[in-house]
């Protein structure tokens, strides 16, 4: 069997702040057909993730990204882990991000079956244990949306 080796992860993230990222970022992927956040700061308290968008979405739209994100999370998913070759990863996962020195066997990261994408940080195993999702503020300056939130019990 081929050893498994996974890049060293610069910190351990509080694992329901987390996964909400990952639900945010697919939410907002699909919401205006924008890459996953550009950047981030996961925290235990609050987070902030940017986005790369073409115009400032409006309030109603930040409203609608908050309530899918909790619509989710209510759906109570699995969160799951599968290791699979760069060759075998499917199209919609994208790679861009990944270190340069990243191996050839990846870590996927699975939110049901609405999210997929490489990750090497740290989960939980439903959704059901990440809370409610609350946007705390929003700005949109030169192309670059900020959203930044926390969670809620």
């Given amino acids: 069997m081929e050893e498994i080796i996974i890049n060293d992860h610069n910190k351990q993230e509080y694992p329901p702040m987390h996964t909400a ?5 697919q939410t907002i992927g699909r919401m205006f057909g924008c ?3 550009k950047s981030s700061h996961i925290e235990r308290k609050k987070s902030k993730c940017d986005y790369l968008l073409a115009e400032a979405p409006t309030a109603e739209q930040i409203e609608e990204i908050q309530n899918r994100v909790n619509e989710v999370i209510g759906k109570n998913l699995p ?28 870590r996927l ?9 490489a990750c090497a940080g740290t989960h939980v195993e439903n959704t059901s244990q990440i809370g ?7 700005d949109y300056a030169e192309g670059k949306l900020r959203v ?5 019990n």
Wanted: net charge negative; with cysteine; glycine share 4%.
């Fill in 21 to 25: 990222e990952h639900i945010l970022n």
């Fill in 35 to 37: 890459p996953r956040s």
């Fill in 109 to 117: 990261v699975a939110v049901g079956d609405y999210d997929l994408c």
């Fill in 148 to 152: 930044r939130f926390k969670l809620e």
């Fill in 79 to 106: 969160v799951s882990v599968s290791f699979v070759k760069r060759v075998e990863v499917p199209e919609s996962v994208d790679l861009t991000k990944l270190p340069g020195d990243a191996s050839e066997m990846l």
């Fill in 132 to 138: 409610t999702f609350k946007i705390i503020s929003t």
